[in-house]
């Protein structure tokens, strides 16, 4: 990876290095005191402060302060970015058609602008997913508890697929809720939702359910000791414990932390 970094530039001289990285598809970071405006789907103004720019070959645009992991102003891939420098200011503006979105970001001074030549084309390998954690039980039904025969996964149901459907020693119905991190209450009352829907599939076998998840919390072990409902405390990636699955009628988390966990990502709007 080839790299060129200018330290405290004048406008000019952060112009042709900018200029000459967009053009060639390098990824750009730019650090100084600036000011940012979107105009778009909304509007908005960010008024002078220092700031980290990072900007991508593929479009993408990103404002960074000294603070959280997420940017306070961005804009998607597939954005065209162009450099000026007017009024004693240098500026990045970066713009896409559809929607139609513009995000300036004016410099009053740089202290540092850097353009990489990148080279990565490896595809990102996700373990510890519901997946992983699936097989894991396919592989090895017992981490469910002693007898436990997997038949269907995905199996569809009035309240939507379930992630494993079986049957236990007894050959009585088990559904099986896989969650890849610690979680609360609303696994419980999803994995409820699922028993209730097979209990009219199949009237008087009294269907069990068993939710399989690292940990659970207070919330969560006391709502599913409450409703009947089992636990298997499981890692996707065989992290768990010893190894060995636990009882399946165990309730219980760590600490005593009653948030939970959200595997969603949320976003800001563009620009915003």
Request: proline residues 6%.
């Amino acid at each position: 990876m080839s790299v060129t970094t200018l330290h405290r530039p004048t406008h000019r001289d952060a112009l042709g290095l900018l200029e000459t990285a967009f053009g060639g598809g390098r990824l750009v970071t730019v650090f100084g005191r600036c000011t940012v405006e979107y105009d778009g789907r909304a509007s908005s103004s960010l008024g002078p402060g220092d700031r980290l720019i990072i900007c991508k070959p593929d479009g993408t645009i990103l404002v960074h302060t000294d603070e959280k992991r997420k940017p306070v102003n961005w804009q998607p891939p597939g954005c065209t970015h162009r450099v000026s420098v007017r009024e004693g200011r240098l500026r990045i503006r970066s713009e896409r058609s559809a929607p139609e979105e513009r995000l300036d970001v004016d410099f009053e001074r740089i202290e540092q602008v850097s353009a990489y030549e990148v080279t990565d084309r490896s595809d990102l390998t996700l373990t510890g997913s519901e997946e992983d954690l699936r097989q894991r039980i396919l592989d090895d039904p017992a981490l469910i508890e002693p007898g436990f025969v997997p038949v269907a996964t995905e199996r569809e149901t009035t309240a939507g697929p379930v992630d494993v459907f079986g049957a236990d020693a007894d050959d009585r119905p088990v559904v099986v809720e896989l969650k890849r991190r610690r979680v609360g209450p609303s696994a419980a009352s999803q994995l409820q939702r699922y028993v209730d829907a097979l209990d009219e599939e199949f009237p008087g076998e009294y269907v069990r359910g068993i939710l399989v998840a690292p940990s659970v919390t207070d919330r969560a072990a006391a709502l599913l000791e409450e409703r009947g409902l089992g636990f298997v405390a499981l890692d996707p990636v065989g992290e768990d414990g010893d190894g060995s699955g636990s009882d399946s009628n165990r309730s219980g988390g760590s600490g005593g932390d009653d948030s939970e966990s959200d595997d969603s990502e949320s976003g800001t709007v563009d620009g915003a």
